[in-house]
């Protein structure tokens, strides 16, 4: 019980980056039809309601497919698809009007619990909806006529923005009204994306039922780029037609001023809570922006390099550093930055005429000694002393000389240090010598 209550205490301080920098932000999420019948719809729900409680915006959008087609066979209508896209005459309109309308009040039901001992005592959460979404008809395409079933052409921001200034959830349903007074059936993808753009959120998060996307030998990706994703759907990749049209989706919103749009399984339960509060996450990121960088070290970074080389200090592995010699020499450090935490440093000091340079204070965060991202360092700071014209690098090292032999570097005698390194040369950590052609 200790080490439990020790896992949530650490848990609960590595989250706090994370809830400062969320509140007041704007987030839309979208649930698929599939997850709102399922029994643990109220675990998200319960998470919802934390999000909106630690003052997140929060917009839902939910699906409403598998409810739709359930209404229409039950009627014995049946309804063609286009290019995954239902075509909604008016009897199937009406269909499609009764499954949207049963699912929100579901959702609103859900939001309104507040039975003592549950995630939603006190929570008090106004859930609140309108015509927030004006639609038009899709019209005829290559050849067929959908009817009633629209798409998005105009976002209501202004009133939207209100209600969330307010602290309400806006729920927003695949349904919109046309300035004529028609209703259309929208496509509960693209209303999450087009709303996020619209809103200038900061995260679109769509939850179906794949945990996001996986590469050509089943290994799901954890973050990818709009061309990329976009290579993938055009390549076919994507074989769950769901999956596909939430990619399709986050790749529009990535591409047009979001910063962040994930995909997550809605059976997974915490999900929502892991991709937002931990570093790693637990879906697919698709963004523009680098997630994890590689670059090299400013005067901000000291705090960060100082927490990752403080074990390997006193472990005896690297030569202490106070945070004032690390502030004088910040220009020669290099880090990788894994969403704004330090995961690795490396540093590249000039040695003799500037000919040599020595790589030193080499360190990888130990939950991030995969990917290679000691070698990519090692890349790195080479590509810096060729930049500077230097031809060969040294290192010093106590426990990690079989990783700099794999990496190209062989083992020389202390003699062999320009002239200055070597009478600085510390005979008390008796350090083994190795040098690198570059």
């Known amino acids: 019980m200790e080490e439990h209550n020790r896992d949530y205490v650490s ?20 649930v698929s039809g599939k997850a709102v019948e399922e029994p643990g719809f109220q675990h998200i729900v319960h998470d919802l309601a934390l999000l909106n409680s630690l003052g997140i915006r929060l917009v839902l959008i939910h699906g409403a497919r598998p409810q739709i087609g359930e209404r229409l066979e039950a009627r014995e209508i049946d309804t063609p698809f286009e290019h995954h896209t239902r075509i909604t005459d008016t009897q199937a309109l009406t269909g499609v009007l009764e499954a949207v309308g ?7 039901g859900l939001f309104s619990m507040g039975l003592a001992n549950s995630p939603m005592h006190n929570a008090d959460i106004q859930v609140v909806g309108g015509n927030f979404i004006v639609a038009k008809p899709l019209g005829i395409r290559d050849g067929f006529d959908y009817q009633h079933t629209g798409e998005v052409r105009r976002v209501q921001v202004e009133a939207i923005n209100r209600q969330l200034e ?16 028609e209703l259309f059936n929208l496509n509960s993808e693209e209303v999450a994306s087009t709303v996020a753009i619209a809103l200038r ?8 039922e794949q945990q996001g996307v996986n590469d050509d030998e089943g290994e799901l990706i954890r973050e990818i780029s709009p061309e990329q994703a976009g290579q993938f759907l055009a390549r076919g990749l994507v074989e769950d037609p769901g999956t596909d049209r939430k990619l399709t989706a986050a790749c529009h919103a990535a591409s047009n001023g979001v910063s962040r749009a994930h ?25 523009r ?5 590689l670059r090299n070290a400013w005067i901000d970074d000291v705090g960060g390099i100082l927490e ?14 106070s945070r004032e010699l ?12 894994r969403d704004g935490m330090v995961v690795g440093c490396a540093a590249l000091y000039p040695l003799g005429q500037g000919e040599a340079g020595e790589l030193a204070c080499v360190a990888v965060h130990p939950d991030y000694r995969s990917a290679r991202r000691g070698q990519k360092l090692l890349a790195h700071i080479e590509k810096r002393a060729r930049s500077q014209g230097m031809r060969e690098l040294y290192v010093l090292t106590t426990q990690t000389s079989h990783w700099f032999q794999e990496q190209g570097f062989e083992p020389v005698d202390v003699g062999t240090l320009p002239g200055e390194r070597q009478q600085l040369y510390n005979w008390q950590r008796n350090s083994r010598v190795f040098r690198k052609a570059l």
């Not at 307010?166 to 007074?181: D, E, F, N, Y």
């Open 11 to 30: 848990w609960f301080r590595n989250s706090s980056p994370y809830i400062n920098a969320h509140r007041g932000r704007t987030f839309v999420v979208m």
């Open 102 to 108: 049963a699912s929100r009040m579901r959702i609103e």
């Open 166 to 181: 307010s602290g309400a959830i806006v729920l927003l349903s695949p349904v919109g009204c046309s300035p004529t007074g």
């Open 201 to 208: 959120a900061d995260k679109v998060i769509f939850m179906g």
């Open 263 to 287: 995909l997550l399984n809605f059976r997974d339960d915490g999900a929502l809570l892991r991709e937002l509060f931990t570093r790693d996450g637990c879906g697919t990121l698709v963004t």
């Open 289 to 293: 922006e680098a997630y994890e960088d």
């Open 308 to 321: 990752l080389i403080q074990p390997l200090e006193e472990a005896g592995i690297l030569v202490r550093r």
């Open 326 to 337: 690390l502030e004088n020499e910040i220009k020669r450090f290099s880090i990788v930055e």
